[in-house]
């Protein structure tokens, strides 16, 4: 569910992000959200590719309206982890994930496409996760939390029933099937009434 809460949190990081030339897209519930069903979130999830000299810039962009820890920064660039940062006005944490070098983070980074935050909060456009890499990554976290996130299933039942006429499915058995989740993949089509072999 984009509140205005969400933009308010997100727009000045977008906006760094692109004077700084970083690659972006938008994941996790705020991402099915937009391809999916709508639901509540407290968080935003954000992949960016952040390099070292990334970081002092983005804190100067940044500091005024967020909590943000140039080392935790260092450290998650460094790594290839993650860390977050906090908006003061609301209170809403972002956390962002550092683009990994492994083929399937870099191949859904290049297929992140443009569109409306909220078709009703004007036209800017941000880059979120394409459909087939939300369902693929929720999946993926579903098995990695021990399978018992029902927001999670929901997520991806979402994601596949709305976007069900134009999702690429051999793309997501390609990479289900190489992320260990064909399984997955497979019981969540039959529980969204599309047949494991396509529509």
Partial sequence: MITPDIILALRPVVEAFDNLNVGYYIGGSLASSAHGLPRATLDVDLVADLKNS???????HLEDAYYIDSEMIYEAVRKKSSFNIINLETMLKLDIFVL?????????????QKRALDPNQGSSQFSFAAPEDIVLHKLFW????????????????????????VLDFSYMKQWAEKLKILDLLTKSLRDSGLSPSGK
Avoid: C, T
């Fill in 100 to 112: 990994k070098n492994q083929p399937y983070d870099q191949i859904a980074f290049q297929r992140a």
């Fill in 142 to 165: 579903f098995r990695m939390g021990g399978e018992i996130s029902e927001r999670q299933w929901s997520d991806v039942g979402g994601v596949l029933k709305v976007q069900a006429e």
């Fill in 54 to 60: 990334h970081v002092q810039p983005l804190v100067k």
